[in-house]
């Protein structure tokens, strides 16, 4: 701990990362300014309120507003510890180039507020290397404070790495009980780090040089992905061969040393679809089988729309229920998510005959506009629609009773309704096994 005194935090990005860490800080008595690009956002979380979706966060965000442990700003103001929390996308080159833009002018704000004494820690998933960069950019911009790795005398800041791992809709959870690497640019920069994280993380903290850290984020979730793209693989064979690929996992998993995934209708969310591209792109010619990994599990996508859509083609006419729209289950975060994907590939090709039920989501995303589908809930599906076509296995789906789906033509990607008669479709072999 630093002693009693507790310091004055700045988060830069406010999102699904940023405001629940913002927030878990403000907890713990450390007064924090969270930094926004957006108005809007600022002046929702001043407010008490919060622009995302997020068990429990709504009650900790207005507490500690209330309390005048949090505030939001879009203008930096000088802090002892900076946590970076911004998006790292790829270019738009259409070859997976990690773009550390977002992360470099973040910095480029933090730099302008520095003082000897500070810590600035980056959270954003990155390529390794990036928090070597960032330092370097604030050196530059720095000239009158000493950084850790530029100077033989004692460094005026300490930098580090420390990633996130955390599922959505148990965020604030994990936040705080999971264990965190910490990776210092120098070990003094990771003792510095650790004794901040310690004041609300429960999990171990685990102290490191940045560039290992960087690679650990990137490693756990390729490790994920090429897991699943495994399941996936074995689903379409499933598929070719006309077998049950659930029965075959359950039983292959009877075995005492494996442990296949479930499959689904491919990969999304923020991480385990992006995070592998980071390692593909730092060795390209050293990473066949991550590479193969993400082509899988994006083929896996276009082969459930070609599956779904052999399958309304074979039922003229029938209207037609897309169950998800989210990359997980009970979870309003949509981003790389397959099943979007997977539904609005169906509203392009067949208009107002598709239906989306997705409990979680206001209104269907824009790419929906102008395809003449419509957002409808699961009574009505199940009262109007002959063809479900589940894409995601939120918890209100699974407990659908088969008396609810007798005489109805399923497609379950997920396997959630084990029970479903099969239907013999164009020698397609629905309840299609994917």
């Not at 959505?168 to 780090?193: Q, V």
């Not at 997705?358 to 009574?379: H, K, M, N, S, W």
Request: one cysteine or more.
């Amino acid at each position: 701990m630093m002693g009693d005194v507790k310091p004055d935090v700045c988060v830069v990005g406010l999102g699904y990362i940023g405001l629940p860490t913002a927030a878990i800080i403000a907890r713990a008595g450390c007064k924090v300014l969270g930094l926004d690009v957006s108005e809007h956002v600022v002046d929702t979380i001043n407010r008490g309120e919060i622009h995302i979706e997020e068990v429990d966060l709504d009650g900790l965000v207005h507490g500690v507003v209330q309390r005048g442990l949090l505030r939001a700003s879009t203008q930096i103001a000088p802090s002892d510890v900076f946590v970076i929390a911004v998006p790292t996308p790829f270019e738009k080159d259409g070859h997976h180039t990690p773009d550390i833009s977002y992360v470099l002018a973040a910095a480029t704000q933090v730099a302008a507020v520095l003082k000897a004494g500070d810590t600035v820690i980056l959270e954003s998933t990155s390529p390794v290397g990036t928090t070597e960069q960032m330092r370097d950019l604030m050196a530059g911009l720095r000239p009158d404070l000493k950084f850790p790795g530029k100077t033989k005398e004692t460094p005026d800041v300490s930098i580090a790495y420390c990633p996130e791992r955390v599922l959505p809709g148990r965020i604030l959870e994990e936040l705080t009980n999971n264990d965190r690497s910490i990776g210092g640019i120098t070990p003094r920069c990771a003792r510095k780090a650790l004794a901040f994280y310690k004041r609300f993380v429960r999990g171990t903290c685990v102290t490191t040089d940045a560039r290992s850290a960087e690679m650990t984020k990137l490693v756990e979730n390729a490790y994920r992905d090429v897991n699943i793209a495994f399941a996936n693989e074995l689903s379409m064979v499933a598929d070719r061969m006309g077998l049950d690929v659930w029965e075959v996992i359950r039983l292959a998993n009877r075995h005492p040393r494996v442990n296949i995934l479930q499959p689904g209708p491919g990969v999304g969310g923020h991480c385990i679809a992006v995070d592998p591209w980071f390692i593909v792109a730092g060795a390209p010619d050293e990473t066949p089988l991550i590479r193969t990994a993400r082509n899988v599990n994006d083929g896996k996508m276009h082969h459930v729309v070609a599956k779904a859509a052999e399958l309304v083609e074979a039922h003229p006419g029938v209207k037609v229920a897309c169950l998800g729209l989210a990359f997980k289950a009970n979870i309003d975060d949509f981003r790389e998510s397959p099943a979007r994907y997977v539904a609005a590939s169906l509203a392009r090709k067949f208009g107002s005959r598709i239906n989306v039920v997705e409990p979680y989501a206001g209104q269907l995303p824009r790419e929906f506009e102008g395809t003449g589908a419509v957002q409808i809930d699961l009574d009505t599906a199940l009262e109007e629609c002959g063809v479900l076509i589940v894409l995601v296995d939120h918890d209100v789906f699974k407990v659908v009773p088969l008396a609810e789906r007798s005489g109805k033509v399923v497609y379950d990607t997920r396997g959630i309704w084990p029970d479903q008669p099969g239907v013999d479709v164009a020698g397609a072999g629905l309840r299609l096994a994917s």
